[in-house]
């Protein structure tokens, strides 16, 4: 392989992208010329050729001596950040903060700072060095530097130095709330469903939360993107989650029948069909809204709604927008005429003015949403839960989907997000989602950014945050290239984090992220010192003290306290279909597997035979020997999550109802039904609400769950 020159290095280093990292075995791995040129292209950088970097070296020192202050200053509560400013040399400057609130402060503080000034095209700017002043408090403020005969602004991000932890010990429904619909359902589950589900679990087993997979939005045509994970857009939701009947206008709807008839027929296709059809359910659903869409509303009503539009703004305006071009022109915005390719063209206010109306049901499908989200937060509290609904927050979204169109300019093209091969995924991990360009989110402030996490904790008491490392640096794959082939971009996790924590605070909430898989040591105990909690899944929680022997379980006591602990993830099988074997046995299946099936399966029957003896030796499973009834390993695993220090505790409604089937296998795509299985009971029978209510087992483990938090 052939040696990065210095210059690719040095560029490389300036825009945080990774020359070399460690694997998941500790190696340190370089990584190739051909990454570093494509990821660096992604980031609008060429740097094919020596005469490219030094070009590109050049126009970064001249874009930086070019600012007069920093696109964005962060900072925390109780700390006084420094920045640089500057200015024509020898010129005097003055400096304000001005807060949210419309407060002034000029108490800032110069530092020295001995950097000799920069010529500029032959004019000398000098750098300065001032200090924020000291107890500024949370929020979004802005700097104001008068200088060289005009006014410069920046603004001021401070977030809390770190979160406080809910109160006591909480534990946890999860659920696939697609996965789970009831006898009132629209032929999948649904946010009435989510309701009753958390108060199933809050008023019968004292549940604090309940956690449901991503809400996002897919797109509105057909295939409907299955993946809650690969969303058309992160910032709005999809509307297949709504109840008709739950929205105010249904009452005025003059053919009530027909609406009722639609519902009969997806929900009895529904009870036939052995996978979830959401192209079925959201092409009867949104017959029936466009009905409701026509009813009329009252006045207190309309003002609602426009109070709604004037909130979300453009944003708002943006993704409906899409959804009727991509009704008009398919789902695949790169495939639209070139006119309509970018938000900001005439072609597309054009388009908007035209089709007003078509435009203004997504708008209007929105609003249903936000409505039927807070009655089930405001539910889920009312009925007893200290934190009520946790949502899920996806890694990306679809490259051809309503937030790659709407933010192209901030996201990075040529490349995809992923991970690097690791113990569970060997072959590494491509998610075909275009990631977060670092340099564009710092220039506007990380406004996107901000306006994500608001939007999640609009409704919710807990947010969890897929890949949660991804805002510390994020694995990025050249177009083409396999996962293997990629390196690490950085992100300014001060900043991302930051807002995340500013956020939460603002909305009361607690925040989970998903640190597993490959993680630098550091950034566990950053998280902790934010507040922010971490993750821990039972049959990842390994002892690796023991030099050279093989990993055991890691006691009870040694896991970690601000963290949410759950047997099993929706990436495995339910714990059931684990003890069986079923993720080794899929992946052999799907030629996923880097070594013989027999020898995966006996080191999964090692590794379970050493979680039986750690239950034995805690008490949790009786006799010495044998491998004991799968109900009673099950009830026994959740036990043992209650030993733990861990402040939030999950429990998998499918673990609850005894399925066996994963809701997802790491990568595939059509080889497998993923995201598209329903809740089912150990002989394959399908689970409804209802069913669950009266389940004897989800009801027992409840308890144990119950129990496990006092």
């Excluded at 689970?687 to 308890?703: I, N, P, W, Y």
Aim: glycine share 8%; charged share 25%; with cysteine.
């Amino acid at each position: 392989m052939t040696e990065p020159t210095a210059s690719l290095v040095e560029l490389a280093r300036r825009y945080g992208v990774a020359t070399e990292y460690e694997n998941w075995t500790g190696a340190r791995t370089a990584v190739t010329e051909s990454t570093l040129i494509s990821v660096l292209g992604a980031l609008g950088v060429e740097a094919a050729t020596e005469n490219d970097r030094v070009e590109a070296l050049t126009a970064h020192d001249r874009e930086y001596w070019s600012r007069h202050l920093p696109p964005t200053i962060i900072g925390r509560t109780g700390t006084a950040p420094t920045f640089w400013v500057h200015v024509t040399h020898g010129n005097p400057v003055a400096l304000r903060v001005v807060l949210e609130d419309g407060s002034v402060r000029t108490d800032l503080r110069q530092l020295e700072n001995n950097r000799p000034p920069y010529d500029l095209d032959g004019r000398l700017i000098g750098e300065a060095t001032f200090e924020l002043p000291a107890g500024l408090p949370i929020g979004y403020h802005r700097l104001v530097l008068q200088a060289d005969s005009s006014e410069f602004g920046t603004p001021i991000i401070v977030s809390p130095a770190s979160l406080r932890p809910p109160a006591g010990r909480q534990w946890g429904l999860a659920t696939q709330l697609y996965s789970v619909r009831s006898e009132r359902s629209w032929g999948i589950g649904d946010l009435t469903d989510l309701t009753d589900l958390a108060v199933w679990s809050a008023a019968r087993h004292a549940a604090g939360f309940i956690l449901v997979n991503p809400l996002h939005a897919a797109a509105p045509v057909a295939p409907m993107e299955p993946s809650p994970y690969l969303p058309t857009s992160r910032r709005f939701v999809n509307p297949i989650y709504l109840r008709v009947e739950a929205v105010p206008e249904y009452a005025y709807v003059r053919r009530r029948n027909r609406i009722r008839k639609l519902r009969e027929s997806v929900q009895s296709r529904a009870d036939r069909a052995d996978q979830i059809d959401r192209d079925a359910a959201w092409k009867v659903k949104r017959s029936a809204l466009e009905a409701v869409y026509a009813a009329p509303r009252s006045a207190g009503r309309e003002l609602a709604y426009a109070a709604y539009r004037e909130r979300e703004g453009a944003s708002l305006d943006d993704f409906a927008t899409w959804c009727a071009l991509a009704e008009r022109h398919g789902g695949d915005w790169h495939e639209w005429p070139p006119e309509l390719r970018h938000p900001a063209g005439d072609a597309v206010a054009d388009f908007a003015a035209e089709h007003a109306d078509a435009v203004d049901f997504h708008r209007w499908l929105q609003w249903q949403l936000d409505d039927q989200l807070t009655a089930a937060q405001a539910t889920a509290l009312q009925t007893g839960m200290s934190l009520g609904i946790m949502h899920d927050l996806a890694v990306g979204v679809d490259p051809d989907g309503a937030d790659a169109w709407a933010l192209q300019d901030v996201l990075a093209l040529g490349v995809t997000a992923g991970a690097p091969p690791d113990e569970f995924n060997q072959l590494g991990q491509d998610w075909s989602q275009p990631p977060w360009r670092p340099d564009q989110l710092e220039k506007l402030a990380y406004e996107p950014f901000r306006a994500l996490v608001n939007a999640v904790l609009r409704h919710a008491g807990g947010v969890r945050i897929d890949h949660i490392i991804g805002l510390f640096r994020m694995w990025w794959i050249p177009n083409g290239a396999p996962p293997t082939a990629g390196t690490y971009v950085r992100y300014d996790h001060e900043a991302m984090i930051g807002i995340v924590a500013l956020e939460a605070h603002r909305a009361g909430a607690v925040v989970v992220g998903e640190d597993l898989g490959t993680v630098e040591p550091w950034v566990r105990d950053y998280l902790h010192e934010r507040g922010l909690f971490g993750t821990s899944i039972l049959w990842f929680e390994a002892d690796r003290d023991g030099g050279d022997a093989p990993a055991r379980p890691l006691p009870a006591e040694r896991w970690r306290e601000f963290c949410l602990s759950a047997v099993t993830t929706h990436d495995l099988p339910p714990t059931a279909g684990y003890l069986a074997g079923e993720h080794v046995r899929l992946r052999d299946e799907l030629g996923l597997l880097t070594r013989p099936a027999d020898e995966e399966l006996a080191a999964d029957r090692e590794q379970q035979t050493k979680w039986l003896d750690e239950l034995r030796r805690v008490g949790l499973l009786g006799g010495d020997t044998g491998y004991p009834g799968v109900a009673e390993i099950v009830e026994s695993l959740h036990r043992y999550l209650g030993r733990t220090p861990s402040r939030l505790l999950s429990l998998s409604l499918a673990d609850a109802v005894g399925d066996l089937r994963t809701q997802n296998q790491p990568g595939t795509t059509d080889e497998y039904p993923n995201w598209r299985v329903p809740l089912a009971r150990p002989d394959g029978k399908k689970v409804l609400l209802e069913d669950v209510f009266a389940d004897t087992s989800a009801a027992r483990l409840g308890e144990v769950m119950r129990a496990a938090v006092r």
